[in-house]
């Protein structure tokens, strides 16, 4: 079935799959306490400073991108691994953790007959813009005594 047969129906169960297996692919990931505010449709542009890129391949074509401040993912790597992170192991880390998160993800949505692939984590430091998506739905995660990670979901 080629794209642009998809129903408008199918690609808004598809969207609402993608949510729902970042939801619990975080959780299952990311043993700290968090909530989750509600989804955000954003604009045809994305600014971020510090944050983790894995391409989506497969029956869904984009990226999921983790996304705060390196504060916030050292602190997590701390509650994870008991031990502070900084510099390149604060970048091997976030690359790591958006593995895990996307790699969860894939095989949670299998369950619902989509089939995708992750490509290897591209670290983002500095002011960098994102743009070129069809859509984008930020998730934002309030994690206890942290901070708060912007999850986006961009599907081409």
């Not at 975080?26 to 045809?44: D, M, R, S, W, Y």
């Not at 999921?64 to 504060?71: D, K, T, V, W």
């Not at 509650?79 to 095989?107: C, H, P, Q, R, Y």
């Not at 989509?114 to 998730?139: C, F, H, R, V, W």
Request: hydrophobic share 40%; glycine share 12%.
């Amino acid at each position: 079935m080629s794209q642009l047969s998809i129903s408008i129906e199918q690609r808004n169960k598809t969207v609402r799959d993608l949510l729902n297996g970042t939801f619990t692919s975080f959780k299952n990931v990311i043993p700290i306490q968090h909530e989750t505010k509600k989804p955000q449709l954003l604009g045809k542009s994305l600014h971020l400073q510090y944050g983790v890129l894995i391409g989506i391949t497969g029956d869904i074509k984009g990226n999921i991108i983790l996304s705060s401040n390196p504060g916030v993912f050292g602190s997590i790597g701390e509650v994870m691994f008991g031990m502070s992170l900084e510099g390149d192991m604060l970048a091997s880390f976030s690359g790591e953790l958006g593995n895990m998160i996307a790699g969860s993800l894939s095989t949670i949505i299998v369950e619902n007959g989509l089939k995708t692939d992750i490509t290897s984590p591209t670290i983002m430091e500095g002011n960098t813009t994102l743009s070129g998506y069809d859509k984008a739905i930020q998730l934002t995660i309030v994690l206890e005594e942290i901070g708060e990670m912007d999850i986006y979901l961009l599907i081409d």
